[in-house]
């Protein structure tokens, strides 16, 4: 009997929380307090400000609350993924995040983010103006199967992009290896969001991470003389 299996396919979760209104209110206030008294670090982010990757620890109830939204839905999207093998309780999950606020003219390069599960954003606010462009300020995500950019096959998903709309109230959760980026920003709209990454500490990368010990144990060893006594030859 013949199959066809989809295989390799990538888990996006795209999820719009109802009723957060009052909370992204309270959190843009936030946010633009920041923005206006620290200094804005460069990431993948031009023209736009980031800030440092604290924010989970900003103090705030409404942060709090964000926080267990994105803990949701990166248990769901785990469970889905591990066919229900996760156990949050047995597995830790550590997080930073960091708030970002666009205006107009900005965008991010293409970028992934750096080693760890899940990542992901969610929007506080987004005021695109929809009639000056379609793609204007949307979070767009390549294909990872790099080589399917050239396999040509019309209808497939072979080299496909996914774009997606920031609107307030809208959770994103991603591969933290899949490639994306932000068009640029093509009015003078006020988009914030937070940008996070989630790493589950699984016994498996527990086991491999208490199996390694450091390689040397001083920087004074990088320049100490080595014994070339018993050295081979290499010609
Ligand atoms: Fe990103």
Redesign the pocket.
């Known amino acids: 009997m013949d199959t066809i299996r989809a295989v390799f396919s990538t888990p996006i979760l795209v999820r719009d929380i109802e009723n957060s209104g009052e909370v992204n209110k309270r959190l843009e206030e936030i946010i633009l307090e920041s923005e206006s008294t620290t200094p804005g670090r460069t990431r993948?982010n031009i023209g736009s400000w980031d800030s440092q990757k604290d924010f989970f620890e900003w103090p705030f109830e409404e942060i709090q609350t964000v926080k267990l939204w994105i803990a949701r839905a990166v248990k769901e999207i785990t469970l889905k993924t591990t066919k229900q093998k996760f156990e949050p309780r047995a597995q830790e999950m550590l997080a930073h995040a960091w708030a970002n606020v666009s205006r107009g003219d900005s965008y991010?390069k293409i970028?992934?983010?750096e080693s760890c599960t899940w990542?992901g954003?969610y929007y506080v606010k987004s005021d695109l103006v929809k009639e000056k462009s379609r793609s204007s300020g949307n979070?767009e995500f390549l294909d990872p199967r790099m080589l399917c950019l050239q396999a040509e096959l019309p209808n497939s998903s072979f080299g496909s992009r996914l774009r997606v709309v920031p609107r307030a109230g809208r959770l994103v959760v991603f591969p933290h290896w899949l490639q994306?980026?932000?068009n640029p920003v093509e009015d003078d709209s006020l988009r914030i969001c937070v940008?996070f990454n989630v790493k589950i500490e699984t016994h498996t990368v527990k086991l491999r991470a208490n199996s390694m010990r450091p390689l040397l144990h001083s920087e004074r060893q990088y320049f100490s003389k080595v014994s070339t006594a018993s050295a081979h030859k290499v010609d």
């Open positions: 993948s991010r970028h992934n983010h990542s954003v979070i994306h980026y932000v940008a």
